[in-house]
């Protein structure tokens, strides 16, 4: 009995698996594309093309940084050198007060050549601003504005402020003993905004170094100290830092 109904369900499968099947077609799996494949399709992909692109590009930009910082470490910039080589006074004489009686008045006239020295073999020197200020005592009396220059490799250039005028000093407690001495003892400073030109298409970041030129002038009715006459003078420059 029991092999008689086992006989049946069987023939009962058999007879289920010999029935069309009217369902959609069961599709095998897909197979994993190659990696050539998938390069080939990513390169048809505009989107993929311009990513592509895009890194390039950043790559390329940060190569050229790269070198850009290398060949600057390379050649670390040296400081400008600074000279006042003359010095003249046709004028400096104190003497009443202004309306407000701030103090005495400094009528002026101070002409100064000024040598600047460009020591770097490898980068000119862009002058984006520079300005000469003049102090007596510590007060400023003049100043002198020049155009935007280039100064070339391993070169120097000859700069000649003119102060004329006449300002307010404060505080002119050493004008009588320097005139007695026959020198007056004059601050001349210089502000400037700088780049360098380090390639053809590359500046440097800009930098702002000052100049100090501490300068004892003969006094122009002195004729004595006239005789003697200036003696040139080093400037103090800040670094390129």
Known sequence: MGDHAMANN??????????????????????????????????????????????????????????????????????????????????????????????????????????????????AVLYRRLEAVVLYGGERFGYVDFPRTRQGRKSTMVIRPSFVGQGVLAGAAAFGREKEEGFFNINVKFHMRVRLKVMVF????????????????PDPSNATAVAMGFTATRCRVDDFM
Not at 93 to 100: H, M, Q, T, V
């Open 10 to 123: 069987h023939e009962h499968k058999v007879d289920h698996l010999d029935q069309p099947f009217y369902g959609p077609p069961v599709l095998p799996p897909d197979e994993p594309l190659s990696a050539a494949a998938a390069r080939r399709r990513c390169g048809a992909d505009p989107y993929a093309r311009c990513c592509r692109a895009i890194r390039v590009l950043t790559i390329v930009v940060i190569a050229v940084g790269v070198v850009a910082l290398v060949l600057w470490l390379v050649s670390l910039p040296n400081a400008l050198k600074a000279y006042v080589d003359s010095a003249e006074l046709t004028r400096f004489e104190l003497g009443g007060s202004d309306g407000a009686k701030r103090g005495q008045l400094l009528r002026y006239n101070l002409t100064v050549a000024v040598s600047i020295r460009n020591p770097n073999r490898d980068q």
């Open 202 to 217: 590359v500046d440097s970041v800009e930098y702002r170094p000052d100049v100090d030129c501490y300068i004892r002038v």
